[in-house]
């Protein structure tokens, strides 16, 4: 627990000014009322089947620009979702209509079973961590954390106990005196995590909350959010344009391109059975072989030769989809063969770049025990059939 030397024995005097209405954004915290949304009669048998948040065809429209397209989404209680794509892809605006910081345009919004598609953001109840921390900086770290609940006018001992386990949970005990200018990045983003979790709200979004950050550190809050992901029991949804922090982080993945979802499902589902050739190539490093099936169904004519396929129907403008370590350096019968015209070490492992007749360039991945070629060597590549993804071109 935090020492008791470093947490004030009453609130400071600033935060005992803050429980009355001091300007317009006091005002606007401190009237707070219920949330008017409906419950159904039979809501609390049926609230162990309830989703924990549902979309329906929510869109948002600005002017004539599409941000989002109308937008189905089901997350459980307790999940780890991630809304993962590139700049301009609708996964902020999605995560704005769900908080309530940007009104819909069209659809319903239902939260553990209730409709909230209207409901003012200060009272759906949300935990949300942006990328900026947005901490006070006149503002000791226990201070900046005891804000959500002082404005909920929590009493003055839960206040510190409470303040006091939320710093336990994100390792700064031994912080809660200092002020965000004392911090390093890493621990003002712990600060923010603190100041989310310390009323326990049920649902977490998070806006790009380590896009800041340098890769190590990036690296170790990724562990500790999965920590407090597991610890609290929470429903995650977070948002993000890197895919290893995807993958690394969530129980599913909502891909998302020119405001719409590309695809939705596990970690594992994107990356070995993309739907489209846009998850094959946002997802992963994959190599993306172009051709036509030939007449007898067995085989995709590409610019650089046949390749065997099956299951494909004769005629079909299709791309064919090898994953670097699916592919195979061949000293004997290759299906390609090309050129290495580079090779990156990366410690465990090295990525041969192997440039084939037409110009293509396709990557193989190779343990650290394997021996590599040399620059300039002609190689010939082969795979497992069953480790080709056959997808329409478009």
């Known amino acids: 627990m935090v020492s008791k030397d470093l947490l004030p024995a009453a609130l400071p005097e600033s935060l005992e000014r803050r429980r009355r209405p001091v300007g317009a954004l006091g005002a606007l915290l401190l009237r707070r009322k219920p949330a ?13 089947d309830t989703p924990k948040l549902v979309a329906r065809g929510l ?8 941000a989002l397209h109308p937008t189905d989404l089901d997350i459980k209680g307790g999940e780890f979702v991630t809304l993962l794509g590139a ?18 345009t069209a659809g319903q919004l239902l939260i553990d079973g209730v409709d909230h598609t209207h409901t003012p953001a200060r009272n759906r109840s949300m935990g949300v961590v942006f990328q900026n921390y947005a901490l006070f900086p006149q503002m000791t770290v226990s201070e900046n954390v005891a804000f959500a609940l002082d404005v909920r006018r ?25 002020y965000p200018r004392e911090l390093s990045g890493g621990q003002q983003q712990r600060v923010a995590l603190a100041r989310c979790f310390v009323y326990q709200p049920s649902l977490i979004l998070m806006d790009e909350p380590l896009g800041a950050l340098d890769r190590k550190l990036r690296e170790t809050l990724q562990i500790e959010i999965k920590r407090l992901h597991r ?52 997802i992963g490093i994959s190599n993306v072989l172009h051709g036509t099936v030939d007449a007898s169904g067995t085989s995709l004519v ?22 670097p370590e699916h592919a195979r350096i061949s000293d004997g019968p290759a299906l390609l063969s090309g050129k290495v015209n580079e090779i990156i070490y990366a410690g465990s492992e090295s990525r041969v770049l192997i440039e ?39």
């Open 356 to 394: 084939l007749a037409s110009g293509l360039v396709v990557t193989v991945r190779r343990t650290a025990e394997l021996a590599h070629p040399t620059i300039g060597q002609h190689v010939g590549i082969t795979w497992a059939p069953d480790r080709v993804r056959l997808l329409p071109r478009s």
């Open 59 to 66: 869109s948002k429209h600005y002017g004539d620009f599409v």
């Open 231 to 282: 610890q609290t029991g929470a429903t995650f949804l977070f948002v993000t344009h890197d895919q290893e922090e995807a993958l690394a982080l969530s129980d599913r993945i909502c891909l998302m391109h020119a405001g719409r979802v590309e695809q939705f499902g596990t970690p594992a589902q994107l990356y070995e059975a993309p739907r489209t050739l846009l998850a094959a190539q946002f």
């Open 87 to 104: 700049s301009g892809s609708g996964k902020t605006t999605l995560l704005q209509t769900v908080c309530g910081l940007v009104p819909p």
């Open 302 to 323: 590409t610019a650089d030769g046949g390749i065997p396929v099956t299951g494909a129907e004769p005629g079909a403008a299709l791309a064919a989809v090898i994953r």
């Open 36 to 48: 008017r949304a409906s419950v159904p009669a039979n809501a609390s048998a049926a609230a162990a």
């Open 154 to 178: 929590v009493p003055s001992a839960e206040i510190r106990r409470r303040v006091g386990d939320a710093l336990e949970l994100v390792g700064l005990a031994s912080f809660a005196a200092r």
